[in-house]
């Protein structure tokens, strides 16, 4: 409020994440029914829950870099990698615990993605996009041509299972608290971070990085800080993933899976955490079911061949994005606001 206390300010309000009790019931609910899931679902969604909590940390990363900085990111797979290989070297060589290596993990990905975004400072558009593939091609390049008794070559690494004061996480249960905890504290620092004078640096420099300079903004190095940001939650998100899966081999992190990582931003929504969150449920809900459905069709119709699983999703995600594009630019959070903003001024137009 103003200090005449007649006419709301919105700034503040604007930094508050949850600004009802019904938003406070819901979010609480919601996490306690996570907590629960073990005990309420199926070994097979306790799967599913753990590989959307793993990407929701690199989408949200991703959502920081390129929907709040507006900077064009499809390296974010070999971030990712960087994050994996550094947690599954740590840990295997030198016995830390997942309490160390993950940050280290996010670290040693920051560090990558922040040589990468130096050179936003100077590009931008297509440019900037070809500069983050190249992150892709250096990442596997370095991998399978260094010794392999450095980064374990073709042949990948195996990774020890997490381990805390002799408890030895194993398990899809055991893993998804895990998962849980890290999802929940990066999620909520992502809100953090948009909340801050950083945020607003990053929303400054995507609406118009010259008119940012002006206003004092150091815009190079927004634009790197947005890129060590982003990288930093691809790092922990790999270093999850190495964890969960117990071996990293360099073909799971490809420019495929960059483009799956973008294709949820897009679809939920870019500019938004939540928009993040909901992207990476709607694409992962896909890509199961196709991998379910897929191997059922290429039995029941030969000719199609036992790759149709991956050319399907390929085919599918592909004009899942091309549809956004045109019908749903602004992604499902926008049309949400939308129909928000319908209801409270309800029965006016306007």
């Given at each position: 409020?103003d200090p005449s206390g007649?006419?709301?300010?919105?700034?503040?309000?604007?930094?508050?994440?949850?600004?009802?009790?019904?938003?406070?019931?819901?979010?609480?609910?919601?996490?306690?029914?996570?907590?629960?899931?073990?005990?309420?679902?199926?070994?097979?969604?306790?799967?599913?829950?753990?590989?959307?909590?793993?990407?929701?940390?690199?989408?949200?990363?991703?959502?920081?870099?390129?929907?709040?900085?507006?900077?064009?990111?499809?390296?974010?797979?070999?971030?990712?990698?960087?994050?994996?290989?550094?947690?599954?070297?740590?840990?295997?060589?030198?016995?830390?615990?997942?309490?160390?290596?993950?940050?280290?993990?996010?670290?040693?990905?920051?560090?990558?993605?922040?040589?990468?975004?130096?050179?936003?400072?100077?590009?931008?558009?297509?440019?900037?996009?070809?500069?983050?593939?190249?992150?892709?091609?250096?990442?596997?390049?370095?991998?399978?041509?260094?010794?392999?008794?450095?980064?374990?070559?073709?042949?990948?690494?195996?990774?020890?299972?997490a381990e805390l004061f002799?408890?030895?996480?194993?398990?899809?249960?055991?893993?998804?608290?895990?998962?849980?905890?890290?999802?929940?504290?990066?999620?909520?620092?992502?809100?953090?971070?948009?909340?801050?004078?950083?945020?607003?640096?990053?929303?400054?420099?995507?609406?118009?990085?010259?008119?940012?300079?002006?206003?004092?903004?150091?815009?190079?190095?927004?634009?790197?800080?947005?890129?060590?940001?982003?990288?930093?939650?691809?790092?922990?998100?790999?270093?999850?993933?190495?964890?969960?899966?117990?071996?990293?081999?360099?073909?799971?992190?490809?420019?495929?899976?960059?483009?799956?990582?973008?294709?949820?931003?897009?679809v939920g929504g870019m500019?938004?955490?939540?928009?993040?969150?909901?992207?990476?449920?709607?694409?992962?809900?896909?890509?199961?079911?196709?991998?379910?459905?897929?191997?059922?069709?290429?039995?029941?119709?030969?000719?199609?061949?036992?790759?149709?699983?991956?050319?399907?999703?390929?085919?599918?995600?592909?004009?899942?994005?091309?549809?956004?594009?045109?019908?749903?630019?602004?992604?499902?959070?926008?049309?949400?606001?939308?129909?928000?903003?319908?209801?409270?001024?309800?029965?006016?137009?306007?």
């Amino acid at each position: 409020m103003d200090p005449s206390g007649i006419f709301p300010t919105s700034y503040r309000s604007d930094r508050r994440i949850i600004r009802t009790r019904w938003q406070v019931l819901a979010l609480v609910l919601f996490m306690a029914l996570l907590l629960l899931a073990p005990y309420l679902v199926s070994g097979r969604i306790i799967a599913i829950l753990n590989m959307m909590m793993i990407s929701a940390v690199i989408a949200v990363g991703l959502q920081i870099c390129t929907g709040y900085a507006g900077q064009i990111n499809l390296g974010q797979a070999a971030f990712m990698g960087v994050g994996a290989y550094t947690a599954s070297i740590l840990a295997s060589k030198t016995g830390l615990t997942f309490l160390l290596t993950i940050p280290l993990a996010g670290l040693s990905a920051a560090l990558f993605g922040f040589l990468f975004g130096l050179t936003a400072a100077r590009i931008k558009g297509f440019y900037l996009a070809l500069t983050t593939i190249a992150a892709q091609f250096l990442f596997h390049f370095a991998v399978l041509n260094l010794p392999s008794t450095w980064m374990g070559g073709s042949n990948g690494i195996t990774v020890p299972p997490a381990e805390l004061f002799g408890l030895r996480f194993v398990g899809e249960t055991a893993q998804f608290y895990m998962n849980f905890a890290v999802t929940a504290i990066m999620v909520a620092g992502a809100f953090g971070i948009v909340r801050s004078r950083f945020g607003r640096a990053f929303v400054a420099v995507r609406d118009d990085d010259v008119a940012a300079g002006i206003m004092g903004i150091n815009v190079a190095a927004t634009k790197a800080n947005a890129f060590l940001i982003g990288a930093f939650y691809a790092g922990v998100g790999g270093a999850l993933w190495a964890y969960l899966i117990r071996f990293v081999g360099v073909d799971q992190f490809t420019l495929f899976h960059s483009i799956f990582f973008v294709a949820m931003i897009i679809v939920g929504g870019m500019g938004s955490i939540v928009g993040a969150l909901v992207g990476v449920f709607i694409i992962r809900i896909i890509q199961e079911i196709i991998a379910t459905v897929g191997p059922n069709i290429a039995d029941s119709v030969s000719f199609l061949g036992g790759d149709i699983v991956f050319a399907g999703m390929n085919v599918v995600l592909g004009g899942v994005i091309a549809l956004f594009m045109i019908l749903e630019p602004k992604g499902l959070m926008h049309r949400w606001n939308i129909m928000k903003s319908s209801y409270r001024i309800w029965p006016f137009p306007y």
